[in-house]
């Protein structure tokens, strides 16, 4: 005989787990698609990444515009997270004296030479970046070389640049810094100080060019209204195909620098 159980005895539903995707834009414009995930057992609000995917997990009584609020908040750590697993997943692996490696600077892949020295210094010569370091696996300095060279190299395309630009703009920024950021490509301070990622010099002259000319038409309008975009556009007619560069290859371009500085 079948038996009888009592509805208040009756075990309760599992909560439904509701998943969906959300677009997010990073920081330096690069567009990644968040797993959204609404888990009524959560008791706040939880973002992840991992393995280059992003999570956001949102509790019972969190809104879809609590979860927009949270990413937007978090959208520099994000960056900073997806750069350093794709640092991390390269399959060449760090630096290491003597082997055969290529850097990229300005677009193209340059082949590494390395040379026995004392001290750590790195050069460009004739296509090829010249690795000089004591032979030994671990060179903390190598990295830091590296970070010169870039830096050096960025300079001198800023140097070439800036006359082309600066005429027509009400002021020259105060200083200009290149350094690496850990997801803008760039920015402009409120004392007019200028800032671009290190990371621009490894990829095409364009990118860097309209990041530059970006960052200088905020001396003329502080925000991203359309006058400033017609000031871009005026100046640099092809900033659009550069922003999908950065969009697309950004990521990459970062973990490469990553992987350079990291020798350090």
């Not at 995707?21 to 888990?39: F, Q």
């Not at 609020?69 to 959208?75: D, S, T, W």
């Not at 460009?124 to 696996?137: E, F, H």
């Amino acid at each position: 005989m079948p038996r009888f159980r009592s509805p208040l005895f009756s075990p309760k539903p599992r909560p439904k787990i509701r998943r969906d995707t959300v677009p997010l834009r990073l920081a330096d414009g690069e567009r990644h698609a968040v797993s959204r995930v609404r888990d009524p057992r959560a008791r706040r609000i939880r973002l992840t990444v991992s393995d280059g995917r992003v999570r956001l997990t949102l509790p019972g009584w969190a809104s879809d515009r609590d979860g927009e609020l949270f990413l937007a908040r978090n959208r520099e750590w994000i960056g900073e997270q997806l750069a350093e697993q794709a640092a991390a997943c390269d399959p060449r692996g760090p630096l290491r004296w003597g082997r055969e490696d290529v850097i990229r600077l300005r677009g193209r892949e340059l082949p590494v030479e390395w040379r026995d020295g004392l001290f750590a210094r790195a050069d460009l010569q004739a296509g090829t970046v010249v690795i000089t370091a004591p032979r030994r696996a671990e060179n903390p300095g190598v990295g830091a070389a590296l970070g010169a060279l870039f830096e050096a190299e960025a300079r001198r395309e800023v140097a070439r640049l800036m006359p082309r630009y600066l005429n027509g703009l009400p002021r020259a920024p105060l200083s200009i810094r290149i350094r690496p950021l850990a997801s803008l490509w760039g920015s402009l301070g409120v004392r007019d100080t200028l800032s671009m990622d290190l990371s621009l010099i490894l990829g095409p002259p364009a990118a860097f060019e309209y990041v530059l000319v970006h960052e200088l038409c905020h001396l003329i309008h502080g925000d991203h209204s359309r006058r400033f975009w017609n000031a871009v556009e005026k100046r640099f007619p092809n900033w659009r195909r550069q922003r999908d560069f950065l969009n697309e290859d950004g990521l990459a371009m970062k973990a490469e620098l990553k992987r350079a500085l990291g020798s350090r």
